[in-house]
């Protein structure tokens, strides 16, 4: 299975994706690279953090799934060669993520949000996100959130983490159960 997790900056998705991979073994999560600095207090392993030449390399290998020039650094996802027997769990962008579902048959789509735009710009200002940063974000969240309307994308609010998590585990846990009933 292929589980996609979007939603804008300050949602919280690394967080609610690692502690998703950390508490059930049957989940990949595929690391996407990415050609801008590293924040302070990023994990080295969030990204694989390449320069711009590595990236095209990479563009002009066939090697992404999809990529995307997003603000001032592009990102994107490499094509998935998981363990036998685990979903990939792929965190990228709206557009990404319903690129994805023209390549997968029925991926599971999860838009994680904030409870409010204001709680968006709080996060991002708490973790050191410059302020053109935050507007620039926020602008594409609003973009991110009517993208989202009418498709397959299944939202969960994050205003709890643990919540947040409980649903996205369940989601998964029914799509799994869902797929068993089908073979």
């Known amino acids: 299975m292929i589980i996609v997790i979007s939603g804008p900056g300050g949602a919280g998705k690394g967080t ?22 590293r924040r302070p207090g990023e994990a080295h392993d969030a990204y694989h953090f390449a320069t711009p030449d590595e990236f095209q390399q990479r563009i002009d290998a066939d090697g992404f799934l999809e990529w ?24 990228i962008d709206v557009v990404g993520g319903l690129n ?16 409010t ?3 968006q710009q709080r996060r991002m200002e708490e973790r050191g996100d410059p302020a053109d940063k935050v507007q620039a974000r926020l602008e594409r969240g609003d973009r991110e959130r009517e993208l989202v309307v009418g498709t397959d994308y299944i939202t969960v609010i994050n205003d709890d983490l643990e ?6 585990a369940a989601l998964i846990s029914y799509r799994r159960f869902a797929g068993k009933m089908e073979s």
Not at 68 to 83: E, H, I, K
Not at 163 to 168: C, L, S
């Open 16 to 37: 609610l994706v690692q502690r998703l991979v950390d508490r059930d073994d049957a989940l990949w999560l595929s690391q996407s690279w990415t050609t801008r600095v």
């Open 68 to 91: 995307v020039d997003f603000l001032d650094y592009r990102q994107g996802t490499p094509r998935p060669s998981p363990p036998e027997g685990t979903d990939v769990v792929l965190e």
């Open 100 to 115: 994805v579902a023209q390549v997968y048959a029925d991926p599971l789509l999860i838009f994680v949000d904030t409870p």
């Open 117 to 119: 735009r204001d709680e």
């Open 163 to 168: 919540t947040a998590i409980d649903e996205v």
